[in-house]
């Protein structure tokens, strides 16, 4: 069955509270997520290392390791799940210390089917809005948007010379060409523009058009080649080598690399 590549991990060691969940979930998702569970929290973190797991749902007390251990150990993960704790007994000190570490909800047994698929879609929300998040950090060239965050303070042809390489970002770019649009001396428009931006005028428009690029890279189904011309280049060849010295990857491998958790398709095993 094909699903929606999100996988949901029911821990709990009271076995009918554990198949309980995981049948309303399976029934609720209709073949939409893929359900697992298991029985302890060591075998929890193995599961947890091993695959994306985009939701956990955690009884609190367990042998061995409580369900906030189990959190607790996922701090370092590359991708981690959104959480849903389960508890016999309220408890303030628990309920506490699971706000801190970011679990988004608290149902106490005896679950009611309703608030359980309600708490699921909710959190399921959450991890989707994270992932959003996640995707535009790392898509976004950090001292670029700091320099288009100061462009208030530029002066007049400073501004005007950004507005016309972001209009034109598919063409050819030369720094004597854009001094010459805004009325300035190629040479007072470099140091110009060096000394109010922080970069020079040729870097500056590189990382424009690598950004764009990152932007098609995760938007769209393009081709490399496709791409490459979109931003402003002849050859992918010289594209894909300039991308290398700004992201450390290639094109292909950078698409792959954020693109793969949410695009992965899971078959149950």
């Known amino acids: ?28 998702s209709i073949g939409r997520y893929q359900i697992l569970s298991c029985s302890n929290g060591t075998e929890a973190l193995e599961i947890l290392q091993t695959r994306p797991i985009h939701l956990l749902i955690t009884d609190i007390r367990m042998p061995e390791m409580n369900g906030l251990q189990i959190v607790e150990g996922t701090r370092g993960f590359t991708h981690k799940p959104v959480v849903i704790i389960i508890s016999g007994h309220p408890d303030f000190q628990y309920a506490q210390t699971a706000i801190e570490l970011g679990v988004v909800n608290y149902l106490l047994k005896p679950i009611q089917k309703s608030k359980l698929i309600d708490a699921v879609q909710q959190a399921l929300r959450m991890e989707e809005e994270r992932g959003r998040v996640e995707t535009m950090e790392k898509m976004v060239d950090p001292r670029l948007m700091q320099a288009k965050t100061a462009d208030k303070n530029y002066s007049a042809p400073v501004q005007q010379a950004i507005q016309y390489v972001e209009a034109h970002l598919q063409e050819p770019l030369g720094m004597s060409e854009v001094a010459s649009q805004i009325h300035l001396n190629p040479s007072y428009f470099s140091a110009l523009f060096k000394e109010q931006t922080g970069f020079t005028f040729s870097e500056y428009v590189t990382r424009n058009r690598i950004q764009k690029a990152k932007e098609l890279l995760l938007q769209t189904r393009l081709t490399i080649a496709d791409i490459s011309e979109q931003v ?9 080598k300039l991308f290398k010295e700004y992201e450390g990857t290639s094109p292909n491998q950078y698409r792959k690399q954020i693109m793969d958790v949410d695009d992965r398709i899971d078959t149950l095993k």
């Not at 029911?10 to 009918?16: A, F, G, H, T």
């Not at 402003?232 to 894909?240: A, L, N, P, R, V």
Request: hydrophobic share 35%.
């Open 1 to 28: 069955m094909i699903q929606s590549g999100k996988t949901i991990l029911i821990v709990d060691d009271e076995p009918l509270t554990r198949e309980g969940i995981r049948k309303t979930l399976e029934a609720w």
């Open 232 to 240: 402003g280049y002849q050859t992918s060849k010289y594209f894909i």
